[in-house]
């Protein structure tokens, strides 16, 4: 499937969570890979919607349509994030579109313990297996979501972990292991720097 964005990022319109969001646009938006790593990246559109949405007579339709078109989604998360029924309700469409499973769901922690930022969906997926009687049945299985972690003690060491914490999310947008992904990185970074 062809996808308008290559990611939707859902977040609380509440600092730190919109900071965030808008940094790691601007991040994702203009990363190019390492040559030596032998990915290409096409020019990625992230969807957030302060950038993307102009006035509208109806806001939740264009945010559906706008989930529906990207191929992954990004959760700010912080224990503001599961109070808001947008947020929840994008989280909730996405996961309908992918089986409700967190397939192609990344986590950016920005406050919090995990147990209380974390939306309940994102600690479970559903799997079909075989029951007793030799029926097939859909089971929740618990699961603990990969979050890049840019928790600090103020704003600014946030956005500074940010700096590197962004590659987490753009390795599984470029299908790569994040190792591999930050050590190329950082090679690059010091042959620029000599």
């Known amino acids: 499937m062809d996808y308008k964005y290559k990611a939707f990022i859902s977040y609380r319109h509440l600092e730190p ?106 600690t479970y997926t559903e799997m079909t297996t075989t029951d007793e009687k030799g029926e097939e049945v859909k089971v929740k299985v618990e699961v603990e979501p990969l979050a890049a972690n840019i928790k600090a003690d103020s704003l600014k060491e946030s956005m500074k972990k940010l700096d590197t914490e962004y590659l987490r999310i753009a390795a599984p947008l470029l299908e790569c292991d994040f190792n591999d992904l930050y050590q190329r990185e950082r090679r690059r970074e010091a042959a620029r720097r000599r």
């Not at 264009?62 to 990004?74: P, T, Y």
């Not at 309700?89 to 209380?116: A, C, W, Y």
Request: glycine share 2%; with cysteine.
């Open 17 to 122: 969570d919109m900071q965030a969001a808008e940094k790691l646009q601007k991040l994702l938006e203009a990363y190019r890979p390492p040559k030596n790593l032998g990915k290409t990246k096409e020019n990625w559109r992230i969807f957030r919607d302060v950038s993307e949405l102009q006035s509208s007579s109806d806001l939740s339709e264009d945010i559906v349509n706008a989930i529906e078109s990207s191929e992954f989604l990004i959760v700010i998360c912080s224990p503001k994030y599961k109070e808001s029924k947008w947020c929840m309700q994008e989280l909730t469409r996405f996961r309908e579109l992918h089986d409700n499973t967190n397939k192609n769901i990344i986590t950016l922690l920005v406050s919090g313990d995990p147990h209380e930022a974390f939306p309940e969906e994102l």
